[in-house]
C-alpha cells in the first residue's frame, strides 16, 4: 500500500495541471514534424558558380544538364576563375564549376575530358552531396558520349534495400523517435527528485515510513507511463501519418521501448539524485543527452568512429535502441538481433538504477 500511495502521488504531481499533461504529448509531436524535415540530409536549392573557358558543343551540353538538376537552384555564369573563389568566400555559393578550354576537343578526340569543382569547406558534408550529385551527371553524359562502345562495358546497377527511393523520412523519423523519447524521459525523471528537494518536500521522505527501493520504483512509474505513451504515439505518427512501412514485430519494437525507457530512467534518477535544484536537472540531462546522441551513430555510423570511442558507445542506450527502430521500420529485423541490442539496455538499466538507489539511500540516512 505504500508503494501504490508513492506511485499515486508521482502521477498526480505529474499529471495534475492541464498545461502539464498537453506538454508531454503536444511539444513532442510538434518537434518530431518540424525537426524531421529540418534534420533532412538532402541539399536542394544550391547555387553553382561557373566558368565556361570552351565553346564547343559538349561543355554547352553538360551545363544545361547541371542547370536543369532538381538539386541546382541557380548557376551564376562568371568569367574567370577568381570570381568563383570571391563567391565562395562571400557563402554566395556551394560549389564552382570550371570547364576548360580544351574540354570538347578532348571529348571529340575520345580522350578523358576532367571538369574542374571547388567546394566550400565550411560546408563539408553538403559539398561533398553536392559533388556526388556533379559526378552522377558527368559519368551518364561521358557514358552517352561514348555510344556504341560502351555497350560492352560492364555496368554498375544500384538497388537500395529497404529504402528504394532513399526517402530520407525513413531513416530521420525513427531517429528523431528514440532522440525525443529519450530527452523527455530524462527530463521528466531528473526533475521528479531534485523537484521534491528544491520545493523542501524530500525532507519529508526523511520521515516516511518508505524505503529507498519503494521511493526509486515509485518515481520510475510516471516516466515510464508517460514516456510509453510519448513513443506510442510517434511510432503511430511515422507509420499512419508519414507512411513509413513497419515491417517489424510491432510486440518486439514496444519490448524494446520499454527496455529502452527503463534504462533511461535510470540515467535519469541518478542524474535527480545528485543535483540539487531544477536548474542543475535540466542542466545535467542536456549534459549527458547530446554526449549520447553523438555517439549513438544518428549523425554518423559508430564504425567510422576511433576504437576507444566505439567501446563507449556501448554504453549509450540510445545507440542499441536506434538499431532496433530504424531495422523494425525498414526491415522486419530478426528477433535474435533485436535481442542482441536489447540485452545492453537492461544492463545499463540495472546498473543506473542500481546507483540511483544507492545514492537516495544515502540521501535518506
Request: contains cysteine; glycine residues 6%.
Amino acid at each position: 500500500m505504500r508503494l501504490v500511495a508513492q506511485i499515486v502521488k508521482e502521477l498526480l504531481s505529474n499529471l495534475r495541471d492541464g498545461q502539464t499533461r498537453l506538454s508531454f504529448i503536444g511539444p513532442p509531436l510538434l518537434q518530431l514534424c518540424v525537426l524531421s524535415f529540418a534534420a533532412t540530409m538532402e541539399v536542394r536549392d544550391v547555387d553553382i558558380a561557373l566558368v565556361n573557358d570552351d565553346t564547343g558543343r559538349a561543355s554547352h551540353e553538360l551545363v544545361q544538364r547541371i542547370a536543369a538538376a532538381r538539386f541546382v537552384n541557380e548557376v551564376i555564369v562568371v568569367d574567370r576563375p577568381d570570381a568563383i573563389a570571391q563567391l565562395l568566400e562571400r557563402r554566395e555559393v556551394l560549389v564552382g564549376v570550371h570547364i576548360a578550354a580544351d574540354f570538347s576537343r578532348a571529348v571529340a578526340a575520345g580522350r578523358a575530358a576532367t571538369v574542374q569543382v571547388l567546394i566550400d569547406g565550411r560546408r563539408g558534408n553538403s559539398g561533398q552531396i553536392v559533388l556526388s550529385y556533379l559526378q552522377t551527371i558527368t559519368n551518364d553524359y561521358g557514358a552517352e558520349l561514348m555510344g556504341v562502345s560502351a555497350a560492352g562495358l560492364p555496368r554498375v546497377e544500384v538497388r537500395h534495400w529497404f529504402n528504394e527511393n532513399l526517402t530520407y523520412l525513413w531513416f530521420i523519423i525513427p531517429g528523431m523517435t528514440g532522440i525525443l523519447v529519450m530527452f523527455n524521459t530524462l527530463v521528466v525523471t531528473a526533475l521528479s527528485i531534485a523537484k521534491e528537494r528544491e520545493q523542501g518536500t524530500f525532507d519529508q521522505l526523511l520521515v516516511s515510513p518508505s524505503s529507498p527501493l519503494e521511493i526509486v520504483i515509485a518515481k520510475c512509474v510516471p516516466a515510464f507511463v508517460i514516456a510509453i505513451t510519448q513513443a506510442a504515439l510517434m511510432i503511430s505518427v511515422s507509420a499512419l501519418i508519414f507512411d513509413i512501412p513497419l515491417a517489424g514485430s510491432i510486440p518486439l519494437l514496444f519490448l524494446a521501448v520499454v527496455l529502452f525507457i527503463f534504462s533511461l530512467v535510470g540515467i535519469g534518477l541518478m542524474l535527480s539524485s545528485i543535483c540539487e535544484t531544477q536548474q542543475q536537472a535540466i542542466l545535467s540531462v542536456f549534459a549527458v543527452g547530446y554526449p549520447l546522441i553523438m555517439i549513438s551513430g544518428f549523425a554518423t555510423p559508430v564504425e567510422n568512429m576511433p576504437s576507444w570511442l566505439q567501446t563507449i558507445a556501448q554504453g549509450s542506450p540510445l545507440k542499441h535502441f536506434l538499431v532496433i527502430i530504424q531495422g523494425s521500420f525498414s526491415k522486419a529485423m530478426p528477433p535474435l538481433e533485436v535481442l542482441s541490442n536489447a540485452w545492453p539496455m537492461v544492463l545499463i538499466g540495472v546498473i543506473t538504477l542500481s546507483a540511483a538507489m544507492v545514492i537516495v539511500k544515502r540521501k535518506l540516512q
